[in-house]
């Protein structure tokens, strides 16, 4: 039985004729397995990336090396570009990118369980919101909390785009 939230995330798209891309790095595909668990996932699901390494980020999704110098990996700017590079290359309306140290050590000043978020919003205007937050437990429990989150902050997000907010 899936995860309330993400039963919860699926009735959503389907709700409002959402397709969602992914881009996920921390995470590694969590989110779209989560999903996949739900009968009929295919009418709101488009694609999903798992893209490890800064090369695999810059070729596939189009994150700028300069971006990745200048603020890191595990970084909201790049999380950013990761969900604009998977909804510039798919028909989905609605993308959601990880990045961060799922753990279980820190990399160099970022403590384990730091993920970095984005929710990007096709449309005139596309919008995107970024947040980062701290999960805690071993590097599984981390994986899978931050692909709850991302799921089940989708909603919110798409309400402040509806609303017209802006990050």
């Not at 110098?69 to 993308?95: F, H, I, N, P």
């Not at 990880?98 to 820190?106: C, I, L, Q, S």
């Not at 995107?128 to 981390?142: A, C, K, L, N």
């Not at 709850?148 to 919110?156: E, F, P, R, T």
Request: charged share 15%; hydrophobic share 45%.
């Amino acid at each position: 039985m899936p995860d309330n939230a993400i039963a919860q995330a699926f009735d959503y798209l389907e709700a409002h004729d959402l397709v969602l891309t992914t881009a996920e790095s921390c995470t590694a595909g969590a989110m779209i397995a989560a999903l996949a668990s739900i009968p009929g996932t295919g009418a709101v699901l488009e694609s999903g990336y798992v893209v490890y390494s800064p090369a695999a980020k810059q070729r596939l999704l189009g994150v700028s090396p300069l971006t990745i110098e200048r603020y890191g990996l595990t970084s909201e700017a790049v999380a950013w570009e990761m969900a604009l590079g998977a909804l510039k290359d798919s028909q989905a309306s609605v993308a959601i990118a990880t990045t961060g140290v799922a753990g279980p050590d820190a990399q160099g000043s970022i403590a384990p369980g730091t993920l970095c978020f984005a929710w990007a919003f096709a449309g005139h205007p596309t919008a995107v919101f970024t947040r980062t937050q701290r999960f805690f437990g071993q590097r599984g429990d981390v994986m899978q909390q931050g692909a709850v989150y991302g799921l089940s902050q989708l909603a919110h997000y798409h309400q402040r785009w509806l609303r017209g907010e802006r990050a």
